[in-house]
């Protein structure tokens, strides 16, 4: 390994025989009519620099699409999940689907739900 010393920095020039080596294959290739090998390696190394970032851009977009978040209509829990997916409720363990954008109870068909309403009774006094 060799030093080349400069007034203010050093430079170590033990990689520099492959890069040059790789630069002049690279040249002789072109030169012999196969710089199409040399375009398709290339393409290759932009590729894999490029698709973990528009995979990842995608990726996200569809999350935003399709992760829901709302409250169980039973109990209230605010949660979130997939649009169009069946899952339960942490918290009560209610069956629930995810439909428009809001969580609905999953029921039977034939099913009438109800909401009760509490009334109180008073006495009269004869």
Do not use: H
């Amino acid at each position: 390994m060799k030093t080349v010393l400069l007034p203010f920095a050093r430079f170590n020039q033990s990689g520099l025989g492959c890069g040059l080596t790789i630069l002049l294959g690279a040249l002789l290739l072109g030169s012999i009519g196969l710089g199409w090998v040399v375009n398709g390696v290339l393409l290759g190394l932009a590729f894999l620099l490029v698709a973990p970032i528009v995979g990842l851009a995608l990726f996200r977009w569809w999350l935003g699409q399709n992760l829901i978040e709302g409250s169980c209509p039973m109990c209230g829990y605010e949660f979130t999940g997939f649009n169009g997916s069946e899952c339960r409720c942490p918290s009560c363990g209610e069956a629930l689907k995810v439909e428009q954008g809001n969580f609905v109870r999953l029921t039977p068909p034939g099913t009438i739900d109800i909401d009760a309403v509490d009334v109180t009774v008073q006495a009269l006094e004869d």
